[in-house]
């Protein structure tokens, strides 16, 4: 068991640049082992500040990414078959729930609202999960908690959580960091020198403008790091914003003219 959670720790400190109080805010909601929800758009640092949390606090860390075709024993466990007959398998929500780690369920509101509501039990004062195919219930460890991520930005009332699930968590808004603090994002996470670094960011911020205009999304600090580490690569500057900057986010032909326009005048 203790090579389990040994596997699940973060080993190093992540760097995370805080944009406001929200390590001290998380800290707090850890004591008091509240549900986490973490909104914000795509690749704006969210995970990211999960990690550096587990880390800051010496938890365990178990990450899902949610998706679609998920189902409640893809969290929870199942039993396999084997030649000596069926063995029970823990999915990763309950392995969190026994060892005591902060489970991260990665965009959540992908996931089927039938598999959403297996975290009920876990997120209020029952702190249980119980495993109805095994016939057992877990009683949370004291150490678990709950995480999830959530991107307004893909939201439709089709596809939402529910309020009954929503009303279970404290909530964070992230966004893209402002322009001078993701300058030292991406100096520091990648080595390029903050007058470069500063050039990125302004072109992201061209984007972001055209968000609703033709674009879904704005270009997201994690495209930046890629550019930033091809410009660091020897790639000439021009060259690595089309390719991880504007190429990923858009097949529209104007906007990526006005985008490209973008990158010329500003190197
Ligand atoms: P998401 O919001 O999709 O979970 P991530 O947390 O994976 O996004 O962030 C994408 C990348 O952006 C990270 O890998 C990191 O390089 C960078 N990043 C974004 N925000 C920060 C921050 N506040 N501190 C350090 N790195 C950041």
Request: charged residues 25%.
């Amino acid at each position: 068991m203790t090579s389990d959670i040994e596997q699940y720790r973060v080993q190093a400190e992540p760097y995370y640049q805080a944009q406001g109080r929200e390590i001290a805010l998380y800290e707090a909601a850890y004591r008091k082992r509240l549900p986490v929800m973490v909104k914000g758009p795509t690749g704006c640092g969210k995970s990211r500040f999960v990690e550096y949390m587990a880390w800051k606090l010496g938890k365990p860390l178990i990450t899902v990414a949610c998706n679609e075709d998920m189902t409640a024993s893809d969290l929870v466990g199942r039993y396999l078959l084997e030649a000596g007959g069926t063995r029970w398998l823990d999915g990763p929500l309950t392995t969190a729930a026994r060892i005591g780690a902060i489970c991260y369920l990665d965009e959540i509101v992908e996931a089927r609202q039938d598999t959403t509501v297996v975290i009920h039990p876990l997120t209020d004062h029952r702190r249980t999960l119980p495993l109805d195919k095994k016939g057992e219930l877990i009683r949370a460890h004291p150490d678990f908690q709950l995480v999830i991520s959530y991107n307004p930005g893909y939201q439709s009332l089709m596809k939402d959580l529910k309020q009954s699930t929503k009303q279970r968590f404290t909530a964070f808004d992230f966004d893209y960091p402002e322009a001078a603090l993701e300058t030292v994002i991406l100096a520091n996470e990648t080595g390029l020198g903050e007058d470069m670094a500063g050039k990125l960011v302004k072109i992201a911020q061209t984007a972001r403008n055209l968000k609703g205009h033709g674009l879904d999304e704005g270009i997201s600090t994690r495209l930046m790091v890629y550019a930033a580490l091809l410009i660091q690569d020897g790639i000439e500057a021009t060259e690595a914003c089309r390719m991880a900057l504007v190429r990923p986010i858009t097949d529209d032909p104007d906007i990526r003219e006005t985008l490209d326009h973008a990158i010329d005048a500003t190197f």
